[in-house]
């Protein structure tokens, strides 16, 4: 159950740079306030680009000088938008183009790309392949395949490190472009296709993504471990780093009272479409279907909404917090790290009647979105120590610890980042144990299509228990033949 260390480094080192261990890489994550970069260096000579790191989407793709939405260099200025607003052109230059032309090892193909993101920037380009990497060019550098960006309303690239895209048969995928972490596998680099992500305890703080290994002086054990879930049922591969949500609350304590809100639950009468739940290294801010975020909203009732945008305005919360529950592991977390505070916004709010001077008002740090399935950005992996592990299509979870120590640990193939049982519920941490294996634990539709289940409490405090797994699994497909 727990980790069989085969080769353990201990360094101590202030994060800053490119490290390159024994079966690991570490790589800074740069925070630039909406977004979390790496900086690339791609082609012969290395050519430097700032990119997005998203482990919610599949395709890495570099913005290029001919794209008619940037500015010519010369007209660069020093302020930098997010995202095209109202046409207007981007520097594109501040975070780094990428010229094909210009490096020696760079071959474009005939393969085109076409992607429509979150927040509906889109991307149409052509992928190429050049050797990629960070640090001093020898540090680390592999052939690798990626998008040419010639035309996107977004100013900078991404680096992809979702599960990409494949085709499955006879049970083995075949993966059409390999994300770098299985670029690193082939080439020796690291032994399990796994990574980790750490980020700083300031907003303003980076991080530190790991490739192969895990950084035990970041975290506090165990690992809680569960499995990816697959949209199109039990017998393929996830397209995405979903896992099950099987419960999210808000906990408002108003003087010596709590009330505690579920905004969804599996409970024994649960049965409808699975809720999922993406760790997204792409995203700021916390997305919640659309029926969540309205009873989200409607907890608050002085809640003023910002014109504009699909944000609200709430009075500053002080004690309230928000729990996420993971079969029967459940995160409790400080709902004032789903919110920002800035004096600025009270000038935008002052014209609400229902605005009280006296009060002070942050903005949630939530938003609605399409589908059953909710996007936890920054403010939930600043608490939690996250690894996701495509050998095993597994995620892993831990509180976060906010250190300059680092204890490279290396995942071997075969070991298990498993749960430990019965860690108290407080603050960030985690209370195992779930394992959950929607395999194993839900039933498919018939249609192949989505999961559906009666979602028994009882038979899920058995699954924690292997030995009476199979009774949990013949308890459920009982239910269903009585049904
Ligand atoms: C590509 O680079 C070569 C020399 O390195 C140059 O002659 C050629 O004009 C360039 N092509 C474009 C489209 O910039
Ligand atoms: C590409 O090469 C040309 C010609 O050497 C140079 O003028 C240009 O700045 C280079 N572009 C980049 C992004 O390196
Ligand atoms: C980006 O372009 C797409 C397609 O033209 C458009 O629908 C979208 O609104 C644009 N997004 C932004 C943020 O400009
Ligand atoms: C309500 O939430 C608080 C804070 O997380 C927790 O201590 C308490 O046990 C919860 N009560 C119920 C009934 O779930
Ligand atoms: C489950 O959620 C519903 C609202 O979706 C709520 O009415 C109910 O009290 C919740 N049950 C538990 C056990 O939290
Ligand atoms: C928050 O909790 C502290 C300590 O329990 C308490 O003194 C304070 O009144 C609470 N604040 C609010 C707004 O509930
Ligand atoms: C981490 O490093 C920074 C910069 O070197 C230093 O100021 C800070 O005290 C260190 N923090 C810890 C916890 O060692
Ligand atoms: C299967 O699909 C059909 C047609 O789309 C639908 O009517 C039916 O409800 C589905 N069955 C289940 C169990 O979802």
């Not at 006879?170 to 080439?187: I, P, Q, S, V, W």
């Not at 640990?409 to 070991?415: A, D, I, S």
Request: aromatic share 8%; glycine share 6%.
């Amino acid at each position: 159950m727990n980790h069989q260390v085969v080769a353990l480094l201990t360094i101590i080192v202030v994060a800053s740079s490119v490290q390159v261990y024994d079966n690991a890489i570490s790589l800074p994550l740069n925070n630039h306030g909406n977004y979390l970069g790496v900086t690339a260096r791609i082609g012969t000579p290395p050519q430097s680009v700032e990119l997005l790191v998203d482990t919610g989407s599949e395709v890495s793709w570099v913005v290029i000088p001919e794209n008619p939405h940037c500015l010519a260099p010369a007209d660069s200025k020093t302020e930098r938008d997010f995202v095209l607003r109202d046409n207007r052109l981007m520097d594109c230059h501040k975070t780094g183009v990428f010229v094909c032309n210009n490096s020696s090892t760079c071959s474009k193909t005939k393969e085109n790309l076409f992607i429509t993101y979150g927040d509906t920037t889109t991307v149409e380009g052509v992928y190429a392949s050049d050797t990629f990497g960070f640090g001093s060019s020898d540090e680390l550098s592999l052939r690798y395949d990626f998008g040419l960006g010639t035309n996107t309303n977004s100013s900078f690239g991404v680096f992809a490190l979702g599960i990409p895209s494949h085709t499955v048969k006879n049970g083995k995928a075949t993966y059409t472009h390999k994300n770098f972490a299985m670029r690193l596998k082939d080439e020796d680099i690291i032994e399990r296709v796994l990574f980790s992500v750490w980020m700083n305890e300031e907003q303003t703080t980076g991080g530190e993504i790991l490739f192969g290994a895990v950084d035990r002086a970041k975290y506090i054990p165990p690992l809680v471990s569960m499995k990816v879930v697959s949209d199109d049922g039990a017998h393929s591969l996830p397209r995405r780093f979903d896992v099950v949500l099987s419960d999210i609350s808000i906990n408002k304590f108003t003087g010596s009272k709590v009330g505690n809100h579920s905004l969804f639950n599996m409970t024994e009468e649960y049965d409808g479409e699975l809720m999922k739940a993406l760790p997204d290294t792409g995203s700021k801010l916390t997305y919640l279907p659309l029926s969540l975020f309205d009873s989200l909203i409607s907890l608050f009732d002085e809640r003023i909404p910002l014109s504009g945008s699909k944000k609200f305005a709430v009075e500053c919360p002080v004690n309230d917090t928000v729990s996420f529950k993971f079969g029967t592991s459940s995160v409790n977390l400080p709902l004032r790290d789903f919110v920002s505070d800035r004096k600025h916004h009270h000038s935008k709010l002052s014209t609400h009647p229902k605005y009280d001077a006296s009060k002070r008002y942050c903005v949630l740090g939530f938003m609605p979105k399409d589908g059953q399935e909710v996007v936890l950005g920054h403010a939930f992996l600043r608490r939690l120590y996250t690894v996701f592990d495509l050998d095993t299509m597994q995620i892993s979870m831990a509180p976060a610890v906010y250190t300059n120590r680092s204890e490279v640990q290396p995942v071997t193939l075969h070991e298990h980042l498993d749960t430990v049982p019965d860690v108290p519920i407080d603050g960030a941490q985690l209370s195992g144990p779930a394992m959950l294996d929607p395999a194993q634990d839900f039933i498919a539709d018939t249609n192949g299509s989505f999961y559906r289940h009666r979602y028994s409490s009882r038979a899920l405090n058995l699954i924690a228990r292997p030995s009476l797994l199979t009774v949990a699994a013949a308890v459920a497909i009982a239910m269903l033949i009585v049904l």
